[in-house]
Structure formats: structure tokens, C-alpha cells
């Protein structure tokens, strides 16, 4: 490969924001990054939860990518609108950027007519807008069904629709109302997290003490007035529907050429595409682990160091191994923790961390550290 001078990250979140922090601070300004999202701030996806439960407002919780100062590093809001893998150039809203190492960190987009009923009977938590809407429309609730429904797997945070059940159950608790509603999650999984039993486990046992109906291995198909049809036809009467969309790969990711069965495939090992010079991470990219912010955060690290290998010479760095570490709010001041491996062993793995405030400063410690890093707070 000739000299490596430009590095192009399309996507400034969870994969993106890791990759240009990690690139500064071991290539400073040696490399030109440019740092591509057609938002003005990033958020956490557990954010959304803190939002719409009315925990916290999304202004206290967006981090604006003005403050990202970082040598070598420009960010750039910009809407891609083409990607030629194979030229490494890509298109925005503002004009074209050439690449010598093209990162596709573009995240996974919702996609709202695969449901039918979705967007006009029922409510998503899963986007910012969403989370906000909720949090108008949660105060009001007080009486009847509420279903938090998944309508497709893979989606974003596994753990994250069961966290919704339980802190729904501790706001209508809270509220003095709880006894005139009922909750039901419905999720496309046996368990709520699969390679965790531990973790399911403990997540089936809260929904039973709560009083909360756990359907298993089904989606919701379709959204009608005040009911959900499941993927067997069978139908779930409701006053208040928490939807998690169907997710899938950006459509400027689908026109491109590069996506196979919705998503980008990758080496698992070292994140490259099948076209050189390209990687894809995070949610976008298919290499059989979660679409989670820490998996994305783990990927980028190894891009980061297989750019440095790379650029200054020396050796790649060791494969990607698919840990990470998912935190789960169980309500009540309690947070657990699952700590999973998808990739190092010859099965997925997941340890169990019982809920404890200790977790929930471990987890305000997970995100106070990237502000810092990621935006220097
Ligand atoms: C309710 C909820 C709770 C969650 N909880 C957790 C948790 O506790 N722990 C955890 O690890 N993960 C959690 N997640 C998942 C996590 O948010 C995502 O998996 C993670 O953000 C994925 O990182 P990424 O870099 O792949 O994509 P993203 O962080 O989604 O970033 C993609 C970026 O690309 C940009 N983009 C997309 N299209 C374009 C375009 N055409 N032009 C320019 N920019 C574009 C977007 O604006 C976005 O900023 C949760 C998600 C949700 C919804």
C-alpha cells in the first residue's frame, strides 16, 4: 500500500469516536483523520432510557462534537450520500473525500415499514426523537397494558427491551398506578439474553416478581388500533406500546455494494471488507456479536492498531476477540452487569454480575470516561 496519509471514519459514534481518539493519540497529527456524522452530537444509547423515563433531558445528555479537539483530527458534519468501496471515496451533502483507509462506522438504522401500524399506533423508544415523544406520553399512562415489543432481531443492546419492562414497572411504582396497568415484553429470543442464562435467568425471576408476562421466541409482526399481532397471529391487546423497530444497515451502506443479508460482512479477526484499505465496525458490520456500543468500541481498537501497524510499520495487532461488558438497569437504584465473549472460545459465553448500586457507579464511570476521552470533558 502506498503512504497512508488520509483516514477517512464515516460515523461518529460509539466505533467512530473510539477510532479517532485512538488515532490522534498514537499518530497525533502525522495522519489527517476526518471524522464524518451528519448529527451535531453524539448520545448514548442507554440515554434514551434516562430520557424517556424522564431521569434526565436530552440536552443534560448530548455531547456536542464541537468539542472534539484532538491533534490530527477533523470532524465534519456531513450526510454521506455515496460510498465506492473500491475508489475509497466518498459523497456528501458537502462534496467528495478521498481515502487512503476508509472506516464504515455508520451504525444501524430503523426501519419503520417493516412494521406496518408501527409508526402510526405505536411508540419506539430505540431513537432519540422516539425516546422524547415517550417521555410526554409516559406521565399520562395510568391505566391498562403496556407491551414493550421487539418487531426484529438483530437489534441494538439485547438487554436493553427487558430494561424498559423493569423500569416501566418502577415508574408506574413510583407513580401509586402500578396495580391498574400490566406489562408484557415480547422478544424474538428463547431467553432475554441468550448467551447469558445467568443473566436470563435473573431477568426472567424480576419479570415473575413483578408481575411483568414474559413472551419468548416471538416478534411483533404488525401494530393495529390498540393491539399487536405476533408473528404467529396471535394478538396482545394494549393501551401503550414501547416498540424497538426492526433494525437494518444505512440505506447509503445498502446502495453501495458493500452489505450482504442487510450488513456489512468483515474479516471477524481484523475488521476488513472484501475491498482494501476498507474496514467496517460496530453495528454495521455482520461478525456475530451484539449490536452494542462496547463491542464497537473493542473493534475500533483493533483498526486503530492495525492502522498504526500500518502506518508506522510493525506487527498487526491481535485478532479482535468479541468481549465486552453490557450494564442492566433492573430498576430500583440496581444495576447488573453481563460481561460476554463471543468469539474468543468455541461458543458464545456471558458471567452474571448480581445488580448493585456499586454497578450503578461503574456504569456513570463507564460514561463519564468516554466524555472525557472521546470529547475531553
Ligand atoms: C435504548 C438503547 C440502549 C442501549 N444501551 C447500551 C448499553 O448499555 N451498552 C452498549 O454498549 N450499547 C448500548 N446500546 C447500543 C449502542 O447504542 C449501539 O450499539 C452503538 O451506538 C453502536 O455503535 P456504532 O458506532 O456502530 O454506531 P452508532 O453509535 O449508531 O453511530 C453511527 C453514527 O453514524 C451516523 N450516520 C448514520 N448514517 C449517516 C449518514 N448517511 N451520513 C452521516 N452520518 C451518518 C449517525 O448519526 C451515528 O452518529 C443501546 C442502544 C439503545 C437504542
Known sequence: MAAVERILILGAGFGGLELASGLSETLGGDVDVTLIDKSDSFVFGYSKLDVMFGRTTLDAVELPYREIAKPGVRFAQETVTAID??????TTDAGNHDADILVVALGADYDFDATPGLAEFGNEFYSVEGAERLAAIL??????HA?????????KCPPAPSEAALLLHEDLTARGVRDACEISI????????PPSPDTSAALVEAFAERGIEFVSGRRVASVEPGR??????SQLPFDLFLGVPKHRAPDVVLASGMAEDGYVPVDSKTLQTAFPGVYAIGDVA?????KAGVFAEGAAR?????VVATVRGGDQPRPYDGRGSCYIEFGAGRVGRVDVDFLSGPKPTGTFREPSAALVAEKHEFGSSRGARWFGR
Open 302 to 306: 483493533i483498526v486503530a492498531d492495525s
Open 228 to 233: 399487536a399481532v405476533l408473528d404467529d397471529g
Open 147 to 155: 407491551i414493550v415489543g421487539v418487531c426484529g432481531a438483530p437489534f
Open 186 to 193: 415480547v422478544i424474538p429470543f428463547g431467553t432475554p439474553v
Open 85 to 90: 468501496p473500491a475508489a475509497r471515496r466518498v
Open 139 to 144: 406521565p399520562g399512562f395510568a391505566r391498562g
Open 286 to 290: 455482520s461478525i456475530g456479536v451484539p
